[in-house]
């Protein structure tokens, strides 16, 4: 069974710039959650999607949005960005949220210079 | 609206003794707790969890985590630590749509 598939693995942007993640979740999983990771916020969660939907969404400018699409598949999308955007962004699956847990992907690693 | 502390943000133990990491959630409805591992350049990767039923919780490598009501904690341990144990730790709580993770806690294994 195939785990959560993050691309790219890692990331180099300009400030000002726009950027796309993406994330394959694992087959039957209908819940994807996005999060950012910092050495000094920790795990900070974005949103989480489910069938299509965004059910939640944590504390963060507009500047980040996200999007699931039919078979699962989830994009996070970050305009105009920042230095302090730069971060891990960890993408995980559920088969629905409750007491499933997540698989989490590898995650992307973004720098913003 | 849910929340999680993690008491000390560094362990450190020897090889062979008992690990104890404790967590304390505060959740509005009744909780489901986990424990999460991550190695490093990795993700994190479902240790143990709890949802009804037993309190007493084993995860994978030999830990458990105990949940108790009355103290609002679920702290994760493990008899004896092993080298390959080194990693960070993050306990997280579930409500609603949401999932929030602690800060997390890095255990340092001595040989």
């Known amino acids: 069974k195939a785990g959560v598939t993050q691309t790219p693995r890692y990331l180099i942007k300009t400030r000002g710039q726009q950027v796309t993640l993406s994330c394959s979740p694992i087959s039957g999983h209908r819940s994807v959650s996005w999060y950012q990771q910092t050495p000094g916020q920790g795990l900070q969660f974005l949103f989480e999607y489910f069938s299509e939907t965004q059910r939640n969404k944590g504390n963060f400018p507009g500047r980040f949005s996200g999007r699931q699409f039919s078979n699962s598949r989830s994009e996070m999308n970050v305009s105009t960005l920042e230095l302090g955007d730069s971060a891990l962004y960890l993408c995980?699956?559920?088969?629905?949220?409750?007491?499933?847990?997540?698989?989490f992907g590898s995650g992307t690693r973004l720098t913003v210079v | 609206a849910q929340s999680v502390t993690q008491l000390g943000s560094h362990v450190s133990v020897s090889e062979g003794a008992l690990v104890l990491l404790r967590c304390n959630y505060s959740s509005s409805v009744p909780p489901y707790l986990f424990w999460y591992v991550q190695y490093p350049n990795q993700g994190l990767q479902l240790l143990l969890k709890?949802?009804?039923?037993?309190?007493l919780v084993k995860g994978i490598n030999g830990f458990e985590a105990e949940f108790k009501k009355s103290e609002t904690s679920f702290h994760l341990t493990k008899p004896s630590a092993h080298m390959s144990d080194a990693a960070e730790y993050f306990c997280a709580v579930t409500g609603g749509f949401k999932t929030i993770f602690g800060a997390g806690t890095r255990l340092f294994v001595k040989a």
């Open positions: 995980a699956s559920s088969l629905a949220q409750g007491g499933y847990g997540y698989t």
């Open positions: 709890y949802t009804t039923g037993a309190t």
